[in-house]
Structures are given as C-alpha cells and as structure tokens.
C-alpha cells in the first residue's frame, strides 16, 4: 500500500515478500525508523508501523497479531494495523509507513503517515 504522497524514489528496500511470515510482527530499521512489517491474510495486506508502543514504549515485535489488530505484550493495549489506531486509548496510535511490493521485494517509504488522534466535534 502506498500513499498520494509518497514517490516511488521516496520508498526504499525492505525485506522479501517470502521472508514475511503472515500474521507475525517482522522488526524492521529503515532509514533510522524502528519498525515492524505485518502481512494480514483478510484482508490480504502488508502494513507497517512504528515498532514501540506509545504507552510505555514496549517492543511491538513481541506483539500479537488477532485479526487486524496488534497487542502490546507489555499491557495489551490494542492496535488497529490499518488505521493505526488504538482500540482503549484513542488519543494514542501507531504512526504507520507506506509500502510497496516489486518483484517480490517489500519496499516501505520511511516517512511516517502520523497518527492523529480523532478531533473532538465542536
Ligand atoms: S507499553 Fe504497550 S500497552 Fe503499555
């Protein structure tokens, strides 16, 4: 998955499509990022965001995945990995990065799609 701002020069090698196992947390640095890559079997997609957990800072790539959801290990909080957003603490979220695949390759573009929490109506 890419985004409208992100080039395709922006995006850089990550690991191979085969070396991905589905519905683990994969640790990842990219361009000084600490990351984790996770495949999702339904919906078949790759998402990636920030491998530290907001709350406390815990690592991500012990996480579980249920779903589209990532766990924290350390407190359970969780993570929707398409969005970003946190399930309990929605004024907490995962920063999440764009990715590619080519030729088998998976390329993720190191600028972060920040998280924002939702705005209160007025
Ligand atoms: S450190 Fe992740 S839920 Fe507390």
Do not use: W
Not at 27 to 48: A, H, N, W
Not at 49 to 57: K, Q, S
Not at 68 to 93: R, V, Y
């Amino acid at each position: 998955m890419s985004n409208s701002h992100s080039k395709p020069q922006d995006f850089v090698f990550a690991t191979r499509l085969a070396d991905c196992p589905r519905r683990a947390p994969t640790y990842l640095e990219i361009g000084g990022r600490k990351v984790v890559l996770v495949r999702l079997t339904s919906p078949d997609r790759l998402c990636c965001v920030d491998a530290l957990c907001p709350h406390e800072g815990a690592s991500l790539a012990a996480g579980e995945v249920v779903g589209q959801k990532l766990i924290c290990p350390q407190h359970h909080l969780k993570f929707d990995l398409i969005t970003g957003a946190c399930e309990q603490m929605p004024n907490m979220g995962l920063n999440r990065y764009a990715t590619r695949i080519e030729n088998g390759d998976v390329l993720v573009c190191p600028v972060p799609i920040i998280h924002r929490p939702p705005t209160l109506g007025t």
